[in-house]
Structure formats: C-alpha cells, structure tokens
C-alpha cells in the first residue's frame, strides 16, 4: 500500500522569493513520485517525475525536487516565485505493482503575493 | 493529436437521473483511469481498465460503472445520481510501462457534474 501527505495545505510566497512545498510519502515498493500542477479551472500538468534514477528531479518551468528515501520525502523547491505560479499543487504516489494507479496527496494550495 | 478529451464539459443532473461521461485517448494507451476530484482530497480514482474489455474498482467505485468496448474509449456511467457525486471527474491515460507505474499519466480537461 502507498500514500502521500502533503504537510501544507496553503503556502503564501511573495513574487521572486524561493517556494518550497513538502510531501512525504509510504510505499512498500519502490516508488515512483510525481508532482502535477493545477491552475484554475483547469486540468492537471505532470512537473517532473521521479523513476529510481537521479535523486534531484528537474522539471518545467524552473521546478525540481529532490527524492529523499531515508527521510520518506520528495519536496518541490523553486528558487524565484513567478505570479503565474499561483496554482493548486499534488505530489502523487505509484508503485511498481499498482497497474500505473496514482495516489494523490490533498494538495497545496500556492499563493503568490507581488 | 488530442490527447485525452472528455464529453460534457458540465452537467446538472437532479436527484435519480442517469448519465454517461465519455472519454477518449488518440495515444494508443493501454490504461485508462476514471478519477473524481473534491476540495481537500485531492483526486480519488473510482475505476480503471488496464486494456481493452477489462474494467476494475478503484478506491472509491460506489455509485458508478464503467466500460472500454474500445481501446480508446473508457466511459464512466451513473445509474442513478446522488448529491454525493457532485465532483469534477478527470480522465486520464497513460502506456504500458517498464517497469509498470513509471510512465506518465495524461489527464483530460475534467467534467464538472452538479447533482441537485
């Protein structure tokens, strides 16, 4: 079994300062990690995605994220927050074994001031 | 190429109607996923189809069936709609990998249903 929390349900960053959203993950496999980014009214778009190869994830748009097994973590970073940031973020879970199903973290909703 | 597309884009239905959300994929993808969204739980997968002819619940499958006559097909059916099922639903698909669960998953634009 697997899942995903994602410890803040709402980060407010100011335009140009760094943005960091955390997640923890449980898996019993080794798993594959994901982040998908919503805007408004929209649907989802895959950030980057993390498969057993490099630890740090680069992704589009200036985001990465670093996979962390002894801490269980896989956090987004971006050093500079841009307004078009403003967006509803999910860090997803998939194991080896679960047919490509995803599970989803509640998500975090990112706010950026100017 | 499309990608995934999904038909309505919004529904109201009251209380005891019927639908059928259809999806459609122009990737040739093996699976496909029906998941419902609802604020603070993120998304929630409620069937799934790993080919064609084959269907299987997901985590929340109460409510709703599903068939894939066709491999670019996958539709979500309500028999009879609840208040409860008042949700944004996203199809998505994605090919079979190896190993299993590291390809990405595409998404459709969502279907925003009101169950009155």
């Known amino acids: 079994a697997q899942s995903v929390t994602q410890l803040d349900s709402h980060v407010s960053v100011s335009e140009g300062t760094p943005v960091l959203l955390r997640c923890n993950y449980s898996s019993s496999y080794s798993p594959s990690l994901f982040w998908y980014v919503q805007h408004p009214n929209k649907g989802l778009q895959l950030l980057l995605k993390y498969t057993s190869a490099a630890t740090l994830v680069k992704g589009i748009n200036g985001f990465e994220a670093e996979f962390k097994k002894s801490e269980t973590s896989f956090h987004l970073t971006k050093p500079s927050a841009h307004m078009s940031d403003a967006a509803e973020y999910f860090c997803?879970?998939?194991?080896?074994?679960?047919?490509?199903?995803?599970?989803f973290g509640a998500g975090t909703q990112v706010v950026v001031t100017p | 190429n499309a990608g995934v597309t999904q038909t309505p884009k919004f529904r109201v239905l009251k209380t005891g109607q019927s639908m059928t959300l259809l999806c459609a994929q122009d990737m040739n993808h093996e699976y496909m996923y029906w998941y419902r969204q609802d604020p603070g739980m993120g998304l929630r997968l409620i069937h799934y189809?790993?080919?064609?002819?084959?269907?299987a619940k997901g985590e929340v499958p109460d409510g709703y069936n599903v068939s894939r006559l066709k491999k670019q097909n996958f539709l979500l059916g309500l028999e009879s709609a609840a208040p409860s099922q008042t949700s944004v639903y996203f199809c998505?698909?994605?090919?079979?990998?190896?190993?299993?669960?590291?390809?990405?998953?595409?998404f459709g634009p969502g279907t925003r249903l009101t169950v009155l």
């Open positions: 189809s790993v080919g064609e002819g084959t269907t």
């Open positions: 997803v879970v998939s194991g080896t074994d679960s047919w490509g199903k995803l599970q």
């Open positions: 998505a698909s994605n090919s079979v990998g190896s190993p299993l669960g590291t390809d990405t998953q595409y």
